[in-house]
């Protein structure tokens, strides 16, 4: 850390050493240029001035050089070529001026993806060292790679979580910020889940470790984020590959320059005022920024380009049960059929559910417990996606699930009219026949109403409620939100819904919790993961992770792209026009090299400035 650091101060004293020793050359020739000075830079000898040029150059040259050697241009290679034709013409200050510029450039760019990666390295500088391991029932303290899954790991007021695991004893309040990006801490105790790489600020925990190392929740995040890094590599290969677009243009107005209008110093001109590397930094410290600032706040984007599918993205689909809803449903009613007791109902379907994960079966299986009902051992269990569980339960084939699968499953009038409310009915059966309706109620996170206007008011023109639920419980909650629907539909519906709305060409955006809908927003062009923290479907299906379950960060996510593809567009249009005007006059012999040198950097400043805004966070609903 200490070594970085002085690394970067070293870098940042030469870079201003370059930036003075550029500007006072700059004065010298330009003073001479205009004759009130005296031919100063003539003092130095000519051979000197050069191996000025071709020493403080040589890390660049060295690179064109190898990328030459195997046919490639980079964006370095134009200043290269300015330099020598600098050279060639005998202006080796302007040569100078060219190459501090732009060895200043470079430091100035490192500095700013720098700062733009740093929000991402504090990141893995947070991972747990340490873990204090209880085994044969003495602590111990060793490397947290040694801890076995199932192990007991001890947690001291101000320690870091060393695993991803479950509280078996204790009492804390937990800073969850590095996983989340929330500072508010959380309560945990006896049956939390906890993570890996979090604070336990006041109270000691037992913790049971269920995820080690790179598989915990953190582990994978930075995972992640070292991916999106890699995505940087795209970028790159796009900026080269318009270089190898522009240098031919350049070098043909360079040729007619020099044909047409036999001014060799105009063509020096033309290559040195064309070689600034603006539009090669225009995109990617941009979209590093963005994905910087994000994951600082518990918003993990994998790549830049799904930064550039969410701005232009029009349609949002939205998934129910754990993304719209708080995911915590509660059996509110249980209507028994044909000589069946309501505790029958429920203990039948308590056991069927008994190993299923989905958020209804939580539901079922705390109503059982309120009840003092005692599952029974289910066997050949199996889970239908976006349909329900069905297992055997003593003897008796029992099922559970929607009316899609139950065949024969009643409408009875009192059921509902619980689903009119908004309630989500559970059909279960015995050995083929309806034997009970069980009611459940989840709330809709009070967020969501706000958020989906903010979502409007960025663009998003079509939003759409897609679920497994049935048709009246879906109608009365998309009602309630004022949004259209689509209810009964299997995870395999739901991807042909995204399909359908990106055939007609719209770009869609997914929001789901990996619940049953992880192949949804894999489909769709960028998948946002609700409350992935825990979820590894949510966060390995997602293009977007929300680390939080907090939908004011689905309208912040649009906002964030937007603003980052504004940035991205205005870097690029200014650094256009400003070449197109540097080219012209250079052409016309309006602008001597010595200029052109100068004006060349100044993009590269502005850019890297108007890129670094992006560093600071976006305004969401509130701007929380
Ligand atoms: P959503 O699309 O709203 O997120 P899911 O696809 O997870 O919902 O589930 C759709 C429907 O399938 C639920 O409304 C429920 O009727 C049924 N279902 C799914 N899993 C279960 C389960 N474990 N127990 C009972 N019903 C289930
Ligand atoms: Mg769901």
């Not at 990106?502 to 049953?516: E, W, Y």
């Not at 309006?590 to 040198?597: D, E, G, N, S, Y």
Request: hydrophobic letters at 50%.
């Amino acid at each position: 850390m200490a070594d970085a650091r002085s690394e970067r101060f070293t870098r940042q004293v030469l870079a201003l050493l370059g930036v003075v020793s550029g500007v006072v050359l700059f004065v010298v020739v330009v003073g001479e240029q205009l004759g009130l000075l005296e031919r100063l830079t003539a003092w130095v000898p000519r051979p000197i001035g050069v191996a000025i040029v071709l020493i403080a150059g040589y890390p660049v040259f060295r690179k064109v050089l190898r990328a030459a050697l195997r046919r490639r241009i980079i964006a370095h290679t134009l200043m290269t070529l300015g330099v020598a034709s600098a050279l060639a013409i005998g202006q080796w200050a302007t040569a100078a001026v060219v190459v501090l510029f732009m060895r200043v450039g470079d430091s100035v760019e490192r500095f700013t993806t720098d700062r733009a990666r740093r929000a991402v390295r504090d990141l893995t500088a947070m991972a747990p060292r340490t873990a204090r391991v209880v085994r044969g029932g003495i602590e111990s303290e060793v490397p947290v790679g040694e801890v076995r899954v199932g192990e007991t790991v001890v947690v001291r007021p101000g320690e870091q979580i060393p695993v991803d695991g479950e509280v078996i004893d204790g009492q804390a309040t937990v800073d969850q910020a590095a996983i989340t990006g929330e500072s508010m801490p959380v309560e945990a105790g006896p049956g939390s889940v906890v993570f890996a790489a979090t604070l336990a600020r006041l109270g000691s925990l037992r913790v049971r470790a269920s995820r080690i190392g790179r598989d915990t929740t953190f582990g994978r995040v930075v995972r992640l984020v070292e991916q999106a890094e890699a995505h940087r590599a795209d970028v790159q290969r796009v900026v080269d590959r318009f270089s190898a677009y522009y240098l031919p243009v350049v070098a043909g107005i360079a040729a007619l320059t020099l044909l047409v209008r036999r001014d060799p110093l105009a063509t020096a001109a033309v290559l040195v005022v064309a070689c600034s590397c603006s539009l090669a930094l225009a995109t990617p410290v941009a979209l590093l920024a963005s994905i910087g600032a994000g994951a600082k706040r518990g918003v993990l984007i994998k790549g830049g380009r799904h930064l550039e599918a969410l701005a232009r993205a029009d349609v949002l689909l939205i998934d129910k049960t754990g993304t719209l809803t708080l995911g915590r449903p509660r059996v509110t009613d249980v209507i028994p059929l044909d000589g069946a007791s309501a505790r029958d109902v429920l203990r039948a379907a308590t056991s069927c559910e008994r190993y299923s994960e989905h958020p209804l079966a939580e539901a079922v299986r705390e109503a059982a417990r309120e009840r003092g009902i005692v599952p029974a051992e289910p066997e050949h269990f199996e889970a239908l996606p976006g349909l329900g569980v069905r297992a055997r339960v003593q003897g008796h084939a029992i099922a559970v699930g929607s009316r899609r699968m139950i065949p024969g499953a009643p409408s009875i009038a009192a059921a509902d009219a619980l689903a009119r409310q908004g309630k989500t009915l559970l059909f279960v059966a015995r050995d083929g026949s309806p034997i009970g309706i069980v009611a459940a109620a989840d709330a809709v996170r009070p967020e969501v109403p706000a958020a989906l206007d903010a979502a409007r008011a960025l663009g998003v023109r079509h939003i759409e409620l897609l679920t497994g639920d049935n048709e009246p419980t879906a109608a009365a909650l998309a009602a309630r939100l004022g949004i259209p629907y689509r209810a009964n539909l299997l995870p395999e519906d739901k991807i042909a819904a995204v399909r359908a709305y990106q055939g007609s060409g719209r770009t869609v955006v997914m929001v789901g919790d990996g619940v049953n809908d992880a192949p949804a927003l894999a489909q769709a062009d960028v998948g946002i993961a609700m409350g992935a923290a825990g979820s590894d479907v949510a966060i390995e299906a997602a293009h977007v992770a929300l680390m939080r379950d907090d939908w004011t960060l689905v309208p912040e996510v649009f906002a964030i792209a937007r603003r980052t593809m504004r940035v991205i567009r205005a870097n690029i249009a200014l650094t256009a026009l400003y070449n197109l005007l540097g080219l012209s006059l250079a052409a016309m012999g309006l602008l001597p090299p010595i200029f052109a040198a100068a004006a060349q950097s100044l993009p590269d400043l502005g850019i890297l400035g108007n890129s670094s805004r992006l560093l600071r966070p976006a305004g969401g609903i509130s701007g929380r």
